[in-house]
Structure formats: structure tokens, C-alpha cells
């Protein structure tokens, strides 16, 4: 059972470009959450999703982020017009199954803009 | 401030000691997990403990939880140099179907060989 997918694991932007960011959940879990994480930090939580619905976006900025989980396929953190506050580590995380309570980890991707 | 903070901040250790790590938290939760983060990578799921328990144990690990204080703590008996990582607390509060988790900024042990 393959874990909790991420791609790609390092992305380089420049200042004003989009970023797109893709996770792909546990096998089974139909639940998504998106964390950015900064340098020396604990994570903050981003989106929750589910199968096609939003169900708690409080913790993404109002402008330029947005997060999607389609029926087929990963869910996309997406920002667009990147900053260099930006820069970071994005974990998705997903549960599902027999435990809804924990969530399971990616391995990260690691935006920088330059 | 953040629903879960952990202290210390940083530990220093050597190896064979005890590591005890310290989390509070302010809002009533359904559970409290602990996750262990090596340098670079992802989250490694640790442990959970529901509202109703007041102690667990996995292995070396032993966490205990109490309601009245809002707080928690995570020891590792026995600590090893692969035990060298960040450890985070993080509540979870029942949210429409799921649960919205909040961490802590971490408790960074460095546990010399």
C-alpha cells in the first residue's frame, strides 16, 4: 500500500510565475489536508478536502492560493503570482479508512522562489 | 497563540537518557497525537491519545495526558542517536467530518552518540 504521494519534491519559481503542487492520497482515504511548513517552524494548517468539496480553507491566505480534490485524480495546492514569501515546505496529509483520526504524511514539496 | 506549543524548544541529550518533551494546548480536543519529523522529510505519525485516556504506551514511547491542565508529554525511554529529530504535538478538534489539526512548533532533540 503506497504511501502518501507528492510531487514534484522541489520546485523552483520565479516571482510572478504559478505553482503547482500535487498530492496524491493514501489508497482508500478520502481525506486531504495541505500544511505549509517554514524553516525551523511547525506546520500551519492550509485546506481540508474532501472528494470534491472544500470543508475548511481558514487557513489559506484570501488571495492567490487555492486547493483542489477532484473525483479522479491528486489533489493541486495551487498559488499563483508567487512571492519569495512563498518559499517553504507544503506536506499533504491524508486519513481515511479505519482511522480517520490520524493523518499520514508526504514526503513534502519545497517550493523556492526566487 | 498556537493551539498546541511544545517546550522545550531544543533538547540535548546523550545516549541512554530519558527525553521529555512537554505540550500544552488551550481548546478541549477529541485527541492529542504526537509526530516525529527527521530533518528534511515528512511526518512520521508517532502516537495518539483520545480525551478519555490518561496514558499510552508504544515501545520506548510513553505519553500521558491531562485534560484538567491541558497538557501532554512525550518521554523516550532509552534514547538513541536515530532518535535525533523534531517531535510535534498536535490536537485535533471534530470538524464536519473530519478532523482540522493544529501542531505545535516542535521540540527539537539532538541525542549525541
Known amino acids: 500500500n503506497a504511501g502518501v504521494m507528492q510531487n514534484p519534491r522541489h520546485l523552483v519559481r520565479r516571482r510572478g510565475q504559478e505553482a503547482r503542487l500535487r498530492c496524491s492520497p493514501m489508497?482508500?482515504?478520502?481525506?486531504v489536508y495541505w500544511y505549509r511548513q517554514l524553516p525551523e517552524e511547525g506546520l500551519k494548517f492550509m485546506v481540508y478536502?474532501?472528494?470534491?468539496?472544500?470543508?475548511?480553507e481558514s487557513g489559506m491566505p484570501k488571495e492567490r492560493f487555492s486547493a483542489e480534490f477532484p473525483k479522479e485524480g491528486p489533489s493541486i495546492l495551487r498559488i499563483q503570482q508567487v512571492v519569495r514569501g512563498d518559499s517553504a515546505a507544503y506536506f499533504c496529509?491524508?486519513?481515511?479508512?479505519?482511522?480517520?483520526?490520524?493523518?499520514?504524511f508526504g514526503p513534502g514539496t519545497r517550493l523556492l522562489v526566487l | 497563540s498556537q493551539q498546541g506549543e511544545e517546550d522545550p524548544q531544543a533538547l540535548s541529550i546523550q545516549e541512554g537518557e530519558n527525553a521529555t518533551m512537554n505540550c500544552s494546548y488551550k481548546?478541549?480536543?477529541?485527541?492529542l497525537q504526537w509526530y516525529r519529523q527527521n530533518s528534511g522529510r515528512g511526518l512520521v505519525h508517532l502516537i495518539l491519545?483520545?480525551?478519555?485516556?490518561r496514558e499510552k504506551h508504544s515501545g520506548r514511547l510513553r505519553v500521558t495526558l491531562d485534560t484538567s491542565k491541558k497538557s501532554s508529554s512525550l518521554l523516550i525511554t532509552a534514547s538513541r542517536a536515530a532518535d535525533t529529530a523534531s517531535y510535534f504535538c498536535a490536537t485535533a478538534l471534530s470538524n464536519t467530518g473530519g478532523f482540522k489539526t493544529i501542531f505545535g512548533a516542535g521540540t527539537r532533540l539532538f541525542v549525541k552518540a
Open positions: 496529509a491524508s486519513s481515511g479508512g479505519q482511522s480517520q483520526e490520524t493523518q499520514y
Open positions: 491519545i483520545r480525551s478519555n485516556e
Open positions: 478536502l474532501q472528494k470534491e468539496n472544500i470543508i475548511d
Open positions: 489508497k482508500g482515504h478520502s481525506h
Open positions: 481548546t478541549s480536543i477529541n485527541n
